[in-house]
């Protein structure tokens, strides 16, 4: 039993990481019906962020507290990610918004590309490694809680409440719900459909930002590629929580992170991925628009 419940606490760490990424994708798709495949690489492109702060403050302020050191690595790797997703959106993005449906999807493609070569090139093909930020583990009835699994699961409960409430409660929200619903008639109401869509960019990098600080502290390690697969599963997490709803993006990271630490548990570790793949095909026969999502409605 100590087993079972220590993968169920893995499983919601990995889960929790999951479904901030998540929370980017569904929130460009929920505004603008678009997926943001150089989404997982902005997570990635945040880590690094995190990383150069690291080792920036090690080298020039030893002995600074892990709480300053980690809150600067999440501030100076949402700063550089908002900066990043801001001009892919203004300049990629943008332009092609009313093109045929496939343009923004190649196009976020080719941006995926270009960051994960950009950090190839100026940071290197190799790992990044670094030495623990925290290390207490706390022994719980037998089973083994550190203190960066509770520091992730508690900074994704704030994050997901915040971002519920600035987009149910505040006028930004307001705009943002207005915009999804209808872009020409938000327009005709005052909306400033493309300054809503710019901050939606800026939000969803922020948060994936804050997912790969969080990455950096768990693994103890970065690499360009890592902004491929959190991404393709964070999507994935998306897609069946239900694309558009953000307690759906955050339901579908959780159970995807389940999925997986319970399965290299209790089977073979190299089909990971196809149970939790197979699950979400399984999902959508049933329900199609996922677990948490609305049937979109067409309008005529």
């Known amino acids: 039993m100590e087993y079972f419940v220590q993968q169920l606490v893995n499983g ?16 460009v798709y929920g505004i603008i ?8 690489d902005i997570f990635m492109l945040g880590g690094f962020a995190a990383l150069i702060v690291f080792l920036i ?19 100076v790797g949402m700063l550089t990610a908002a900066i990043w997703n801001w001009t892919i959106e203004r300049v990629a993005y943008r332009p092609l918004r009313g093109s045929f449906r496939l343009a923004p999807l190649i196009t976020a493609i080719g941006m995926s590309i270009v960051l994960s070569n950009f950090i190839q090139v100026t940071q290197g093909p190799r790992n990044k490694p670094i030495p623990p930020l925290v290390s207490s583990v706390y ?16 900074i994704t409960a704030i994050l997901l409440s915040v971002f519920w409430y600035i987009v149910n409660k505040t006028p930004l929200g307001r705009a943002q719900r207005a915009t999804e619903q209808d872009r020409k008639m938000a327009a005709l109401l005052g909306v400033d459909v493309d300054r809503t869509i710019s901050v939606t960019f800026v939000m969803g990098a922020a948060l994936a930002a804050v997912a790969g600080t969080m990455f ?11 902004g491929f697969a959190p991404g393709v599963k964070a999507f994935t997490a998306a897609v069946l929580g239900g694309i558009g709803s953000l307690p759906g993006a955050v339901l579908g990271g959780l ?35 996922g677990i948490l999502g609305r049937p979109e409605v067409e309008k005529v």
């Open 12 to 27: 919601l760490t990995l889960g929790s990481i999951y479904g901030m990424i998540a929370i980017g994708y569904t929130m």
């Open 33 to 40: 019906g678009m997926i943001n495949f150089a989404h997982g």
């Open 57 to 75: 403050l090690t080298s020039f302020m030893a002995g600074v507290p892990v709480v300053l050191a980690l809150l600067l690595m999440m501030i």
């Open 139 to 154: 022994d719980i009835f037998g089973i083994a809680i550190s203190l960066k699994q509770i520091i992730i699961v508690i």
């Open 216 to 226: 950096l502290m768990y693994y103890g390690v970065v690499v360009f590629t890592d």
């Open 255 to 289: 159970m995807i992170g389940l999925i997986e630490s319970l399965w290299s548990a209790y089977f073979t570790i190299d089909y990971k991925d196809v149970a939790t793949f197979s699950i979400l095909a399984i999902v959508l026969i049933f329900k199609p628009s």
